[in-house]
């Protein structure tokens, strides 16, 4: 054999391996990018959206959880790019920031006042005067507590506003450093049980005036029940008002990201609204319920699969101006 041939079947039993390496890491690439990760921007780990938001990471690994301070956080951090997807209150999608559209409704959150049981406050004008947590700021309980005390005659002046977590809220309310606290959540809010199960706080709810008035005034809220029982020793019905917590994502998501994250929540709903929220199967009605914005292409598709007809994305953005709540 002549010295060429030798060196080209030297060159060519070199090659073989180096060719089945560079197969083997293509494939493994074409399988890491069959589905895309999705960075979900939830709220504080002791909220509901945190909790919904872990259940959905459960069933899909390529789901990555990031705790913010809630929803106005939260449409930031998706605005700029910074998360792919996430949780935030109906109420804030009226004000929505640019690059965002809806994917799906998901579940009631009820907006809930928890009082120290010594402070001897029955109704929300009682808390004039008094030390009270309105939520961490970015979230939009901060949003919800600032209207709420205004039916009620007062402003953030009128008493002493601390910007708390719930799991914050929890601990001060035991310690007797606050006399109240806000939280909008799925009902039951595990931070809201925790209060109430050691006998320290309990919910009042909101006269009929009040709901009333905050249903005329501000988009997003709708009359709510806090049903006898859902707490322990609750006796009867806490009259309240409730927003709807909607996934939302970025306009530039995948059609087959998109797809796959709705279909998730609706294949899964009737599970996922049992451990958090008691809301039952999401229906495609309940879906678009108080969504104030346009849907991703992809999910407007699928949502008309289950009868209901949505306005999709146009790449025609909204002013940024002020989002909204966690949990």
């Known amino acids: 054999m002549k010295n060429t041939d030798k060196l080209e079947s030297v060159m060519r039993r070199r090659a073989i391996p180096l060719i089945i390496a560079v197969l083997l890491i293509s494939v493994l690439f074409a399988g890491c990018t069959n589905n895309q990760t999705v960075r979900l921007g939830t709220g504080g780990e002791g909220g509901t959206y945190y909790s919904y938001g872990r259940e959905l990471s459960e069933l899909d690994d390529d789901i990555v959880l990031k705790t913010t301070a809630g929803s106005e ?37 009820a907006v809930q006042l928890i009082v120290r049981n010594e402070s001897g406050i029955n109704s929300v004008e009682e808390l004039r005067g ?23 005659g007062m402003t953030f002046e009128d008493v002493t506003v601390k910007y708390m977590s719930f799991d914050d809220s929890v601990k ?23 209060i109430i199960d050691t006998g320290v706080g309990r919910l009042i709810g909101f006269n009929e005036d009040m709901i009333k008035r905050l249903l005329n005034l501000y988009p997003g ?27 939302v994502v970025r306009p530039d998501m995948k059609d087959s990201t998109a797809k796959r994250l709705i279909e998730l929540v609706f294949d899964n709903s009737a599970k996922l609204n049992e451990r958090i929220a008691t809301d039952g199967e999401l229906t495609g009605e309940a879906a678009i319920l108080s969504v104030g914005i346009p849907f ?20 025609v953005s909204k002013k940024s101006v002020f989002g909204s709540q966690d949990e």
């Open 73 to 109: 956080a939260n449409m930031r951090l998706l605005d700029k790019g910074f998360i792919d997807a996430a949780i935030v209150q109906s109420d804030s999608l009226d004000v929505n920031s640019g690059n965002i559209c809806a994917l799906t409704g998901l579940y009631t959150e």
């Open 130 to 152: 008094r030390t009270v947590s309105v939520g961490e700021e970015e979230s939009g309980v901060v949003r919800n507590a600032k209207q709420i005390l205004l039916m009620a």
């Open 172 to 194: 001060a309310l035991k310690a007797g450093d606050i006399d109240a606290f806000f939280c909008t959540a799925g009902v039951p809010t595990h931070a809201v049980s925790e």
């Open 221 to 247: 809220y709708n009359a709510c029940v806090i049903p006898s029982g859902t707490y322990k020793g609750q006796d009867s019905d806490i009259y309240t008002v409730g927003v709807r917590a909607v996934l």
């Open 296 to 315: 991703h292409p992809a999910a407007a598709d699928y949502l008309a699969t289950k009868g209901v007809t949505v306005a999709k994305w146009t790449g």
